[in-house]
Nanobody
């Protein structure tokens, strides 16, 4: 599967952005999806994950209550709605896909993901 992330940009603190990740192929519903981010000088970190059906989600603590991950399997797209953005949310955001035909779990570790998008820059000014 090929992933194309979009929706990043420059926003003031307290603002909102919605990231999208469009997937190629006909089996998008067979993939658990996740969002990761990498800030300058830091390692890539997990942000949010959603299972195949979209019924279960998981977030890192620092974004709980502010970010929402969702998916539309009919559109082969996963979203990350980011509200109340903070300067520390500044990073390149990556979407990732974990192929699974039998599990309906979500995944939070980088090594669990098979495919990665190219990243989209999010910059939050103070």
């Amino acid at each position: 599967v090929q992933l194309q992330a979009s929706g990043g940009g420059l926003v003031q603190a307290g603002g909102s952005l919605r990231l999208s990740c469009a997937a190629s192929g006909r089996t998008f519903s067979s993939y658990a999806m996740g969002w990761f981010r990498q800030a300058p000088g830091k390692e890539r970190e997990f942000v949010a994950a959603i299972n195949r059906s979209g019924g279960s989600t998981y977030y890192r603590d620092s974004v709980k209550g502010r970010f929402t991950i969702s998916r539309d399997n009919a559109k082969n797209t996963v979203y990350l709605q980011m509200n109340s953005l903070k300067p520390e949310d500044t990073a390149v955001y990556y979407c990732a896909a974990h192929g699974t035909y039998y599990s309906n779990n979500y995944y939070s570790e980088e090594y669990e993901y098979d495919y990665w998008g190219q990243g989209t820059q999010v910059t939050v000014s103070s």
